[in-house]
């Protein structure tokens, strides 16, 4: 039960340590707000639409891919490090996921879910 105090006790200093930088920092800010400080900052250039507009569907569809593919492609170095000490089995296994993600990967290819247009 020792260790578990430990830990909480460690959670709660750290949390009030944040609320009161967190506090301190919101007291002495200076408040003067003129329209340049609070204007949405767009690259560089003037704002010209709202921020809340909608994207097309290919930019979460990108991202999705990117993450799913960066997701997949972790499992390759635990397996890289212990390759000397894998079976065929291991082997077989890994080297079947990599078929399998290649075939994806060509799939999506195909589909043209990778152009951008």
Do not use: H
Not at 16 to 33: C, D, E, G, R
Not at 58 to 74: G, K, M, N, T
């Amino acid at each position: 039960m020792n260790e578990y105090f430990l830990i909480v006790l460690t959670i709660l200093i750290s949390s009030l340590i944040a609320i009161v930088l967190f506090l301190i920092s919101y007291l002495l800010i200076n408040k003067n707000y003129d329209l340049e400080k609070i204007a949405p900052y767009e690259c560089g250039f003037d704002p010209f639409d709202d921020a809340r507009s909608t994207f097309e569907i290919r930019f979460y569809l990108v991202a999705l891919l990117f993450i799913i593919f960066d997701l997949e492609i972790i499992y390759l170095f635990p397996w890289a490090v212990t390759l000397k000490q894998l079976d065929l089995f291991g082997f077989s296994v890994m080297f079947l996921f990599l078929i399998i993600l290649t075939v994806g990967f060509g799939y999506e290819w195909l589909k043209g879910a990778l152009e951008w247009e």
